[in-house]
């Protein structure tokens, strides 16, 4: 069974409309108690880091997310769910995240080093390019996926890049490994895009179901 975190931020509709699509039995809380019995865990996310981190600290959620991972089930981040899995962001100030990932969440600049103006948020249609293996994107298409976001994950280390896009810099699209290589994040929408998005969302749910944990 997969669980989906419902921390009052996330796109929870949509994710709850995929999983049934993919005929996935699946429970969406709050309650850490209810959480626990899941074999994965996805971690949606719509708006500011801050304001998620404060729910999830107030909630207890973000220690039993530290918990969750750290008794070897799996995690997928969507969108700002994805930018709450690494160290920190600069969004509104300097606010810590959950850590799992080394990196830093920064804004689109909105002018690229030649002094080309493009318009933020990133939103729309962009191809991913797969930079490694992993078992999240076995028997994934390198096709094309639904990006909104304004802000943008500069990881420390390049080898949690799975895959990556392209909107003026490199957008890392997503990512996996680490210390925590059952620990996945995905900047777009994977219940918004297509085929792709619902490759990835059925591969994560076998990840969960099969208890594979390595990236």
Known sequence: MIGVVDYGMGNLFSVQKALERLDVPH?????PVELERANGLILPGVG???????RLNETGLSSFLVDFVESGRPLFGICLGMQ?????SEEFGTHIGLGFLPGRVVKFAGKTAEG??????HMGWNRLEFQRESSLTKDVD???????????VEPENRDVL???ADYYREVPAVVS???YGHVFGAQFHPEKSSTVGMQLLKRFTQLA???VTRS
């Open 27 to 31: 429970i969406v809380s709050e309650d």
């Open 48 to 54: 500011a880091f801050p304001d998620a981190m404060k």
């Open 84 to 88: 709450l899995l690494f160290t920190e």
């Open 116 to 121: 080309q103006s493009y318009k933020v948020p």
């Open 142 to 152: 390198e096709g094309y996926a639904y990006f909104v976001h304004s802000y943008v």
């Open 162 to 164: 799975v895959a990556t």
């Open 177 to 179: 490994g680490g210390k």
């Open 209 to 211: 179901n099969q208890e």
